[in-house]
């Protein structure tokens, strides 16, 4: 059939899902991870980014509401206030770094002001990657393309009096840790889970190269159900049908190697590149 047919039919479905190397996919999984640790039925808020997608399979179904810019972090802080009345289960606000400078701060201050107990992760990829990764006042550049000195996030909240803590996503081990010691504390805090976004970084050079070890791999036999590519899912990590072998498709792969952190069987290397 001529080809501009063969574009009508259906096209194969797929998820929803963050890019290859998304910081945010590991800040998820540390989040869930430190919530089934402290084990009181914690939640998370979020609004509108790149992380609405936690509403869905590649961000764990973390998410319970979506509302507006900053509306995250606006209903953890009443969320925060209901320890008065015995409510104990932990709320986790997350927001990205554009929309934390759009509309966050405010119920920064009235968490502050309230001291509303709960945790606000700010994921911070140093862009507005959502509607194509225009500048934010992080980012020391303006919308003209002119320098500018950036507003650090961080001396944002240090400067509300809340207690703030910066971090790498890509130690999914660390940030799960933390954000479990976090959890443990009262009164409103913050956390900056600080990465790159992985579209940004690719543009960087040359990349680490990520692959499987096929010997090491035992595919089925290794009880993780296929951990690396039903549930952690990145788009890198594929199911080999024929070697019935974890593999990585390094045409999408962005190099982060998380995955290799997280393979029980460490079938999976990194291999910097010159």
């Not at 606000?93 to 966050?104: L, P, Q």
């Not at 990145?234 to 072998?245: E, S, T, V």
Request: proline letters at 6%; a neutral charge; glycine letters at 14%.
């Amino acid at each position: 059939a001529p080809a501009g047919e063969s574009l009508l039919g259906p096209l194969p479905g797929r998820d929803m899902a963050f890019c290859a190397g998304c910081p945010h996919r590991a800040s998820f999984w540390a989040i869930k991870s430190a919530l089934a640790l402290d084990g009181r039925r914690g939640f998370v808020l979020g609004d509108i980014g790149c992380y609405t997608m936690g509403l869905g399979r590649t961000g764990y179904h973390l998410l319970q509401t979506c509302l507006c810019m900053g509306s995250g972090v606006g209903s953890a802080g009443g969320f925060g206030k209901l320890r008065d009345f015995g409510f104990d289960q932990p709320a986790i606000a997350v927001v990205g770094d554009s929309t934390f400078y759009h509309a966050a701060v405010p119920a920064l201050i009235n968490a502050r002001y309230n001291n509303a107990g709960f945790l606000t992760v700010v994921l911070d990829n140093g862009t507005t990657a959502m509607t194509g990764h225009q500048p934010h006042p992080g980012t020391g550049m303006t919308a003209t393309g002119a320098p500018a000195t950036p507003v650090a996030i961080e001396e944002v909240i240090g400067g509300l009096g809340i207690p703030v803590d910066v971090h790498d996503p890509y130690d999914v081990e660390g940030t799960r840790q933390l954000v479990w010691e976090l959890l443990q504390k009262s009164g409103p805090r913050a956390l900056i889970l600080r990465r790159a976004c992985a579209l940004l970084a690719a543009r960087g050079g040359a990349r680490p190269r990520v692959y499987v070890v096929p010997e090491k791999c035992i595919g089925d036999a290794c009880g993780c159900h296929r951990f690396c590519s039903r549930v952690w899912a990145c788009p890198a990590n594929i199911w080999d049908g024929g070697a019935k072998r974890a593999r990585i498709d390094e045409a999408v792969c962005n190099g982060c190697g998380v995955c290799a952190t997280l393979c029980p069987q460490k079938a999976i290397v990194v291999e910097e590149v010159d």
